[in-house]
């Protein structure tokens, strides 16, 4: 069974305390050399909205947003 993730709590306007800031979420290009931190270095062969391919030499992989593991080298 899946779960949902938690939701956001609702800001109140009088609140003392500051939002949560929003996730920025990277942006990846093709040809982009990238890093895994399951599937090591790799170059971005695919660009879609929420997702990127990317070839990783012994594998493709087409990993979505939010990009966790991955970073821009």
């Known amino acids: 069974m899946m779960s949902k993730p938690p939701a956001r709590r609702r800001q109140l306007a009088n609140s003392p305390f500051r939002?949560?800031?929003?996730?920025v979420i990277a942006e990846f290009a093709q040809?982009?050399?990238v890093i895994h931190d399951s599937y090591g270095m790799g170059r971005v062969v695919g660009v879609e909205a929420h997702a990127v391919t990317v070839?990783?030499?012994?594998q493709t992989v087409r990993i979505v947003s939010p990009f966790a593991k991955l970073t821009v080298l």
Do not use: V
């Open 55 to 58: 070839d990783f030499g012994t």
């Open 31 to 33: 040809d982009d050399r």
């Open 19 to 23: 939002p949560d800031p929003e996730p």
